[in-house]
């Protein structure tokens, strides 16, 4: 049976600093040194731009896995139990 080949490139994800800025803007009170003070989104850039890829590669791999398993079930009968 021939298989054909999907490659999911989860290095190409970028997140650009609109992004990260909204992230840190929705969540500024999580911001906050031992002295009560805001942390600078400067200072946090890189933290949110990992945490962000991070996610978004969850999200892309969780994507192509439930579309590998319906692609199962529909060319194999296959059914699954969670």
């Given at each position: 049976?021939?298989?054909?080949?999907?490659?999911?490139?989860?290095?190409?994800?970028?997140i650009?600093?609109?992004?990260?800025?909204?992230?840190?803007?929705?969540?500024?009170t999580?911001?906050?040194?031992?002295?009560?003070k805001?942390?600078?989104?400067?200072?946090?850039?890189?933290?949110?731009?990992?945490?962000?890829?991070e996610?978004?590669?969850?999200?892309?791999?969780?994507?192509?896995f439930?579309?590998?398993?319906?692609?199962?079930?529909?060319?194999?009968?296959?059914?699954?139990?969670?």
């Amino acid at each position: 049976m021939p298989c054909s080949r999907n490659i999911l490139n989860l290095e190409e994800i970028n997140i650009s600093e609109k992004e990260a800025r909204a992230f840190y803007e929705r969540n500024k009170t999580r911001f906050i040194d031992a002295n009560g003070k805001q942390i600078p989104f400067e200072s946090l850039k890189p933290f949110i731009i990992q945490t962000l890829k991070e996610q978004k590669r969850r999200e892309a791999l969780m994507a192509a896995f439930n579309r590998f398993i319906e692609d199962l079930k529909k060319r194999n009968k296959v059914e699954v139990f969670y």
